[in-house]
C-alpha cells in the first residue's frame, strides 16, 4: 500500500474551477494505477475517474466527461483531477484511490483499489 494524501479543495461558483492533487508516497509510484472517487452526503460512492500506470489510458463516469481530466506526474508522484464548468451535483468529498499493477488496467470499482487518501471537500454553488 501507498500513503495517498489529497489537496485543492474549495468552494467555488457554478462554471468554474478548481484542480484537486493526490500525493503519494513511496519510490514505485509508476507501478499504480490511480483512479477519484467522490461521495456526497445520502449518496454512494461513486467513481469519477481513473488513469493507468503510464498514463496511455484514461476513463471518466458519463457525468463528468468532457468537463474533468485526469492526469499524472510520475516524477513527482502526484496524480491530479482538473474540474471544469464544475455544477453544483458535483459537490462531494473527493477521494484518492491506488492500486499496484502490471499493466495497464484501470479499475472503476472502490473494490479494485487498496490505498485511499482522506479525502477532500469539494462544494459547487449557485
Known amino acids: 500500500q501507498v500513503q495517498l494524501v489529497e489537496s485543492g479543495g474549495g468552494l467555488v461558483q457554478a462554471g468554474g474551477s478548481l484542480r484537486l492533487s493526490c500525493a503519494a508516497s513511496?519510490?514505485?509510484?509508476?507501478?499504480?494505477?490511480m483512479g477519484w472517487f467522490r461521495q456526497a452526503p445520502g449518496k454512494a460512492r461513486e467513481f469519477v475517474a481513473a488513469?493507468?500506470?503510464?498514463?496511455?489510458?484514461?476513463r471518466y463516469a458519463d457525468s463528468v466527461k468532457g468537463r474533468f481530466t485526469i492526469s499524472r506526474d510520475n516524477a513527482k508522484n502526484t496524480v491530479y483531477l482538473q474540474m471544469n464548468s464544475l455544477k453544483p451535483e458535483d459537490t462531494a468529498v473527493y477521494y484518492c484511490?491506488?492500486?499496484?499493477?502490471?499493466?495497464?488496467?484501470?479499475?472503476?470499482?472502490?473494490?479494485?483499489?487498496?490505498?485511499w487518501g482522506q479525502g477532500t471537500q469539494v462544494t459547487v454553488s449557485s
Open positions: 484511490a491506488a492500486r499496484i499493477t502490471t499493466s495497464q488496467v484501470m479499475g472503476i470499482t472502490p473494490e479494485f483499489y487498496d490505498s
Open positions: 513511496g519510490r514505485t509510484f509508476s507501478s499504480y494505477a
Open positions: 488513469i493507468s500506470r503510464s498514463a496511455s489510458s484514461t
